[in-house]
């Protein structure tokens, strides 16, 4: 079973950052990384994506705002929020999917707050 272990969320003001990082118990090398945000009343949406080979999505909405990386070396991947909105606020959820089983993790989800 392979645990997603997030943190980096919070209440941040329209127009600032915060960087959101996820580390996985296995070797993140073996996975396929993501977040996915989901708000109150509305379905969990993709945010942005990267797979093992570093090919990475991102939603129309956060294009040119957020930006995920990961270092394997660290075992992490990091979502920075720029700019941020009053409608990106929502609990952002890591998720795993391991290349070799297809299998899917979830993190716990880290609040993230965008209000004046």
């Known amino acids: 079973q392979v645990q997603l272990v997030e943190s980096g969320g919070g209440l941040v003001q329209p127009g600032g950052s915060l960087r959101l990082s996820c580390t996985p118990s296995?070797?993140?090398?073996?996975?396929?990384m993501g977040w996915y945000r989901q708000a109150p009343g509305k379905q969990r949406e993709p945010v942005a994506t990267?797979?093992?080979?570093?090919?990475?999505n991102y939603a129309t909405s956060v294009k040119g705002r957020f930006t995920i990386s990961r270092d394997n070396a660290k075992n992490t991947v990091l979502l920075q929020m720029n700019s941020l909105k009053p409608e990106d606020t929502a609990v952002y959820y890591c998720?795993?999917?391991?290349?070799?089983?297809?299998?899917?993790?979830w993190g716990q989800g880290t609040q993230v707050t965008v209000s004046s």
């Open positions: 296995g070797n993140i090398g073996s996975f396929n």
């Open positions: 990267i797979s093992s080979l570093g090919l990475i």
């Open positions: 998720n795993a999917v391991d290349v070799r089983t297809v299998r899917s993790y």
